[in-house]
């Protein structure tokens, strides 16, 4: 069956300090990959995603991924974290055509 | 940027009772989805839905449970007879396409079942 497993609950960073957060999936077929981003009060917000082409890619916020297959990983990171970054980030993929399967989320603080 | 747009933030009702969660998605995305986050925990798929039927849905997703896009704007999501495990945030999300498309999340309702 699909998954996602993010196995850090919670992660605590200090400003300015880089950020790799970890994301392993389990899915039979090439793998449509997402992180999002919860911030207090808020909905999802899309950080990026990859479905195909360079395994490195690019989001908003200074955000990016590397997506390895060998390892079933899609792990985020930021070489720089900001304290406007703390929020909960989720790891999802997409599950045949109409379901996303999330992880269960990392929760980062930052510390000024 | 576009928003889904779901109402109201937070509803309180009493076991047993029926709610309806409303949600406005983005107006040209054609998928529309509902998901659930207990509290502490991940994010759970509840039900997708395109060109007026549903086309997938969880375990969670029983009977109690309906959806309805009533007029070409609103998606709605009934729970018919709550029960206190249904106490979550629900999130209402949609996109243009199918599964390499992003969602566009709503803020959620909060949903407290006493």
């Known amino acids: 069956a699909q998954s996602v497993t993010q196995p850090d609950i919670h992660i605590t960073v200090s400003e300015g300090a880089s950020l790799e957060l970890r994301c392993n999936y389990s899915?039979?077929?090439?793998?449509?990959l997402f992180w999002y981003v919860q911030s207090p009060g808020q909905g999802l917000q899309l950080l990026l995603k990859?479905?195909?082409?360079?395994?490195l890619v690019q989001g908003i916020k200074g955000f990016e991924a590397e997506f390895k297959r060998s390892q079933s990983s899609f792990n985020l990171r930021k070489p720089s974290v900001h304290w406007s970054d703390a929020a909960e980030y989720f790891c999802?993929?997409?599950?045949?055509?109409?379901?996303?399967?999330f992880g269960t989320g990392t929760r980062l603080k930052v510390l000024a | 940027e576009p928003e889904v747009t779901q109402t109201p933030s937070h509803q309180v009702t009493q076991m047993g009772q029926e709610v309806i969660l409303r949600c406005v998605p983005i107006?040209?995305?054609?998928?529309f989805y509902w998901y659930r986050q207990i509290l502490g925990q991940k994010v759970e798929f509840l039900v997708s839905?395109?060109?007026?039927?549903?086309?997938?849905k969880s375990e969670i997703f029983d009977d109690q449970f309906s959806v309805e896009r009533p007029d070409g704007s609103n998606f709605t999501l009934k729970i018919r007879s709550t029960k206190l495990e249904d106490s979550a945030m629900y999130f209402c999300?949609?996109?243009?396409?199918?599964?390499?498309?992003?969602?566009?999340f709503g803020s959620g309702t909060q949903l407290s079942v006493l």
């Open positions: 999300a949609s996109s243009l396409g199918g599964r390499s498309e992003k969602l566009f």
């Open positions: 990859y479905f195909s082409g360079d395994t």
């Open positions: 107006s040209n995305h054609l998928y």
């Open positions: 839905f395109y060109n007026n039927e549903i086309s997938e």
């Open positions: 899915y039979g077929a090439t793998p449509y």
């Open positions: 999802a993929v997409a599950s045949g055509t109409y379901k996303y399967i």
